[in-house]
């Protein structure tokens, strides 16, 4: 059974940081590609960030650019979602997921599921 656990959430003024983390547990990490999402409440699932399994190829939601940075550690069996410039638009729970399928955006293409953890920008 594959266990997503996230951690690194929490409250944080307009512009400021936070990194979320996202371990893995019961079978081979690096199969996989990982990606992050975020649901605000009211809103759908939100496609944030996701990437292969070497690591190599990053892939962003454009309202994230050059703001946030996802990154794995296939020995620690942990992705990594390091947000910065934080805007209240930014706040929602995030989620991390697992799938097969190479990069993707839509959740159904994701196998695994965390249970989330919240970001709360203010203004």
């Known amino acids: 059974q594959v266990q997503l656990v996230e951690s690194g959430g929490g409250s944080v003024q307009a512009g400021g940081s936070l990194r979320l983390s996202c371990t893995v547990s019961?079978?081979?990490?690096?199969?996989?590609?990982m990606a992050w999402f975020r649901q605000a409440p009211g809103k759908e699932r939100e496609f944030v960030a996701a990437i292969s399994w070497s690591g190599d190829n990053p892939y962003y939601v454009d309202s994230v650019k050059g703001r946030f940075t996802i990154s794995r550690d296939n020995a620690e069996n942990t992705v990594y979602l390091q947000m910065n410039s934080l805007k209240p638009e930014d706040t929602a729970v995030y989620y991390c997921?697992?799938?097969?399928?190479?990069?993707?955006?839509?959740?159904?293409?994701?196998?695994?599921w965390g249970q989330g953890t919240q970001v709360t920008v203010s203004s």
């Open positions: 019961g079978r081979t990490f690096s199969n996989y590609v």
């Open positions: 997921a697992a799938g097969f399928r190479g990069i993707a955006t839509m959740p159904w293409e994701y196998h695994y």
